[in-house]
């Protein structure tokens, strides 16, 4: 009698269910990356450095590659694996709190990012903080395949983006969410998707 090897079932490349889960992410859905909507007004919001990561990166604009470049990137690729998680807060100012779930958010990307195997581009959050002073713009990034670029910083509507993978953008006024993004299966013929760069729609949408 043949004994059964129990298969996993990965949800994409080697990634599944359960490592999802362990990780600590709550919620994940794959979307078709010619239905993600990418925008120069996302870009030109990173521009207004709120986050104070603008130009002092390479994982942030401008060191990230120019708007065109970044869709070129990601449109490689003909599917992305969205996940997000949503954090309690103990009100809507509650700025520690949102502190506290960007750095266990950021803790559980670049945990995901050590575990994938082939070849994807991953996004999460703004920012890097792999090295305490970054090489920024004097010289090459240290740990190109540590460095995650954001999602925003690609130009991507992650409102958006949840909507198409059907994952809440917010669940209540006392919480904050986080979400991520796994771009994988390389188009066969090489190119950047049906529509390319000029698919990057440009509307009033707000984030």
């Known amino acids: 009698m043949k004994e059964e090897t129990e298969r996993k079932e990965y949800l994409?490349?080697?990634i599944d269910a359960e490592t999802m889960r362990e990780l600590g992410f709550e919620s994940f859905a794959e979307v078709p990356v010619d239905k993600i909507h990418f925008s120069?007004?996302?870009?030109e919001m990173c521009a207004d450095n709120k986050c104070g990561r603008y130009g002092t990166t390479w994982a942030c604009p401008?060191?990230?590659?120019t708007f065109e470049e970044c869709v070129a990137r990601c449109k490689q690729y003909e599917k992305a694996y969205v996940f997000s998680t949503a954090y309690e807060l103990e009100d809507s100012f509650d700025y520690e709190g949102m502190m506290e779930g960007h750095a266990k958010?950021?803790?559980?990307?670049?945990?995901?990012?050590?575990?994938?195997e082939g070849d994807f581009l991953m996004l999460s959050l703004e920012g890097c903080d792999n090295c305490k002073v970054c090489t920024y713009p004097d010289a090459p990034c240290r740990f190109p395949d540590k460095s995650l670029g954001s999602l925003e910083g690609y130009g991507i509507f992650v409102?958006?983006?949840a909507r198409e993978a059907g994952?809440?953008?917010?669940?209540?006024?006392?919480?904050?969410?986080?979400?991520g993004a796994v771009?994988?299966?390389r188009r066969r013929d090489g190119s950047a998707g049906a529509e390319g760069c000029a698919d990057?729609?440009?509307?009033?949408?707000?984030v």
Do not use: C, M, Q, W
Request: cysteine-free; overall charge positive.
């Open 12 to 14: 994409f490349l080697n």
């Open 40 to 43: 120069t007004k996302v870009r």
């Open 62 to 65: 401008p060191g990230i590659g």
């Open 105 to 116: 958010f950021s803790a559980a990307s670049k945990e995901l990012r050590k575990r994938l």
């Open 159 to 161: 409102n958006d983006l």
């Open 167 to 179: 994952i809440p953008y917010r669940k209540g006024a006392y919480s904050v969410s986080y979400f």
């Open 183 to 185: 771009f994988h299966t």
């Open 200 to 206: 990057a729609r440009e509307t009033e949408a707000t």
